[in-house]
C-alpha cells in the first residue's frame, strides 16, 4: 500500500487508461482482445481468481480500516450485470454491497448530481460496486449543456480524490462493447421471451452517447481513481482480465488481520481451556 495520504491503486495493466500519455477515444478503443485464448481456460480462471479473492477481502474486513470502490459504466448489454455476478455472486455478502442507478426519482432529481450514489458508498471493510454510477447524470441523463460538464468533471475528481484520501480504493471500469456486438445482443433480448423485458428503446437511441466518454476519461482518469478500458465482445475475457485487476489492486493494499488484544492473548490458554471443558 502506499505511503502517501491519498490512497493509490497499485496496479500494472495495459488497459490502464492514461490520458496524459495520449488522446483517448472511447469509440476508437478495441472491444476485442487480439488474442482472446480459451474460453473454458478463462471461466477456469474466474475460478480460481474468486478463490485469491476470497481472503484478500476477508482481511478487507477484519481490517475495518479501507474500503473499496469499484465503479462499472458501458452503455447498454456491455455486460455489467453478468459481470458482477460471475465476479462477485460466490464472495460473503456481508462484504460486498451493489447498488444500481437508474433515471434519478424527482426526490434524486432535486438534490445535487452526487446525492444519491453517496448514500450508497461502501463503509470500511466493505466492497462497493456502482452499476453505473455518478459519471451517467453527467453524460446522459441529466447535463445537455456542454459548459457544465467541465464542471461536474471538476467535482468528480475532488470528490474521488477526497474518498481516497479516507482510504477508498477506487478502481473504475469502462466495458467497450462494439456496435455490432451491442446490435447483437439487443436482438438476442427481442428474441428470447424472458429477456425482453430487459429491452428499452432508449438504449438504442443512447448507443450514440458512447464517444462522449472521451472528455470524461481524459477528465477523470487519475492515479487515485484510475478508468480501465475493458474491450467486452468476449464477456469471458472481459471478466477475467477485471478480475485480474481487482485481485492486483487488493493484494497491493497489503491488509492483514488485525492483532488480538494482548490482555485477551495472556489469557488464550485460559479461555481455551474453559471452551473444552
Known amino acids: ?26 469509440g476508437e478503443m478495441a472491444t476485442t482482445f487480439s488474442d482472446p485464448g480459451d474460453a473454458a481456460s478463462n471461466e477456469k480462471m474466474i475460478r480460481q481468481l474468486g478463490k485469491q479473492m476470497r481472503p484478500l477481502l476477508s482481511r478487507l474486513q477484519a481490517s475495518q480500516s479501507h474500503s473499496v470502490l469499484l465503479v462499472f459504466q458501458a452503455l447498454d448489454a ?6 458482477i455476478r460471475a465476479l462477485f455472486s460466490a464472495q460473503d455478502p456481508a462484504i460486498i454491497k451493489v447498488a444500481s442507478f437508474k433515471s434519478p ?3 434524486e ?21 456502482f452499476n453505473r454510477s455518478y459519471y451517467e447524470e453527467v453524460l446522459v ?3 445537455h449543456e456542454g459548459f457544465l460538464r467541465p464542471l461536474r468533471y471538476q467535482a468528480i475528481s475532488a470528490y474521488e ?23 447483437k445482443r439487443f436482438l438476442s433480448r427481442l428474441d428470447r421471451p424472458k429477456k425482453r423485458w430487459k429491452f ?23 492515479d487515485y481513481a484510475p478508468w480501465f478500458m475493458i474491450p467486452a465482445d468476449d464477456k469471458p475475457r472481459a471478466r477475467m482480465e477485471v478480475g485480474k485487476i481487482v485481485v492486483e489492486a487488493l493484494q497491493g493494499m497489503g491488509l492483514e488481520y488485525p492483532q488480538l488484544d494482548p490482555k485477551i492473548a495472556a489469557e488464550l490458554s485460559t479461555w481455551q481451556s474453559q471452551l473444552r471443558e
Do not use: C
Request: hydrophobic residues 40%; without cysteine; glycine residues 4%.
Open 78 to 83: 456491455a455486460g455489467k450485470d453478468s459481470m
Open 200 to 222: 428499452n428503446p432508449t438504449d438504442v437511441k443512447e448507443m450514440a452517447y458512447r464517444t462522449a466518454y472521451d472528455e470524461a476519461f481524459a477528465a477523470t482518469s487519475t
Open 161 to 183: 480524490k477526497h474518498l481516497a484520501a479516507s482510504g477508498t480504493l477506487i478502481l473504475k471500469f469502462w466495458l467497450n462493447v462494439s456496435v455490432e456486438e451491442q446490435k
Open 141 to 143: 441523463v441529466r447535463v
Open 105 to 107: 426519482s424527482k426526490i
Open 109 to 129: 432529481s432535486r438534490h445535487d448530481f452526487l446525492w444519491r450514489t453517496n448514500k450508497q458508498l461502501p463503509a470500511r471493510g466493505e466492497v462497493g460496486i
Open 1 to 26: 500500500m502506499s505511503n502517501n495520504i491519498i490512497l493509490k491503486p497499485s496496479v500494472q495493466s495495459n488497459l490502464r487508461i492514461n490520458p496524459e500519455a495520449e488522446v483517448v477515444h472511447a
